[in-house]
């Protein structure tokens, strides 16, 4: 069962939520239960076509993300494992094997109704909104970037958190006025200390976090990442042996994965710089997986 592909589940459950690709369910006041499914969305809309093992993967990288992050913040995962929860409530025992490592046991957080997005490169809706404007989220950047070119500094870019059709670029003081200066100005400082220190993760592995996301709650007056922290959009930026180390504009292709996101210089402050993109080599991107990043509770995938 475990190898099953998994566009829907009906458990015997309160249903909380529905998104994209995960279903919520209430176990208590406190609890929640995640399970990701193998559904894939794109540009807001949900595809017919679903991914094998695609919610386990989320669920194992997600996990594996927060484990590094809690020395930077807290966050909502309680745990991944079925068995307890099973344990728990007997009525899941017939679902256990294919909920087996693609559910989290999460902490209900009040979420902050807004996207804390980190933008290290000028690409996606920001590129799009540079090349008309030469601004981002209304505030100017220096002139003569291109596509990809690198921020330095990084730049913290909030959004609007809309429960249907696309977020939408705001200023941080836009986003004062929802959360507050006071709240905003730490998520920010959050939102920073986690993007540094993902790309210090990633890019030794030859990964360049072109920008990500993040969303974050609070519980009582302790402030956590949300359900969404590492799902950046991603670059190849090459072997590291033989990509220069001052050539580190992402190629042009990306694919969206995991979330995670920062920002501390203010906005147009420092200096942008256009760097030579590396072009794409597939075949030598090909690595060994990690198995680090899979705990005990994710099954292994099919043998090739």
């Known amino acids: 069962m475990i190898g099953a592909v998994i566009a829907t589940t009906t458990l015997p459950l309160r249903p909380h939520r529905r998104g994209k690709v995960r279903d919520v369910y209430e176990l208590d006041d406190d609890r929640l239960l995640i399970v990701a499914t193998d559904r894939v969305s794109a540009f807001d809309v949900v595809m017919r076509e679903t991914v094998p093992f695609k919610g386990i993967v989320l669920t194992q990288l997600t996990a594996w ?114 959360v507050g200066a006071r ?54 930026s090459g072997p590291p042996t033989s990509t220069r180390r001052d050539a580190r504009s992402p190629a042009t292709t990306s694919s969206h994965c995991a979330t995670i996101s920062t920002a501390n210089a203010r906005r147009g402050a420092g200096t942008a710089t256009p760097r030579r993109q590396t072009s794409p080599r597939p075949s030598s991107l090909r690595r060994v997986p990690d198995t680090s990043m899979l705990s005990a509770e994710s099954p292994a995938p099919p043998s090739t």
């Not at 929860?85 to 209900?108: F, N």
């Open 65 to 178: 993300w927060l484990r590094q992050l809690e020395p930077i913040v807290p966050h909502h995962m309680l745990g991944t494992a079925i068995d307890p929860i099973v344990d728990e409530y007997p009525a899941l025992g017939p679902h256990r094997e294919i909920l087996r490592g693609r559910i989290m046991v999460s902490r209900r957080t009040d979420v902050f109704p807004v996207e804390c997005v980190m933008r290290g490169y000028l690409s996606g809706s920001a590129w799009k909104e540079y090349l008309a404007a030469g601004t981002l989220a209304g505030e100017a950047l220096p002139a003569g970037l291109l596509e990809s070119s690198r921020l330095d500094p990084s730049i913290f870019s909030p959004a609007t958190k809309a429960e249907s059709g696309h977020d939408e670029n705001i200023t941080i003081g836009q986003m004062a006025s929802v």
């Open 183 to 236: 709240e905003a100005a730490e998520l920010e400082r959050l939102s920073r200390a986690i993007y540094d220190f993902a790309c210090r993760t990633a890019e030794p592995r030859g990964i360049i976090i072109a920008d990500t996301k993040f969303e974050f709650g609070r519980v009582g007056e302790r402030r956590s990442s949300s359900m969404k922290c590492s799902r950046p959009t991603v670059r190849a």
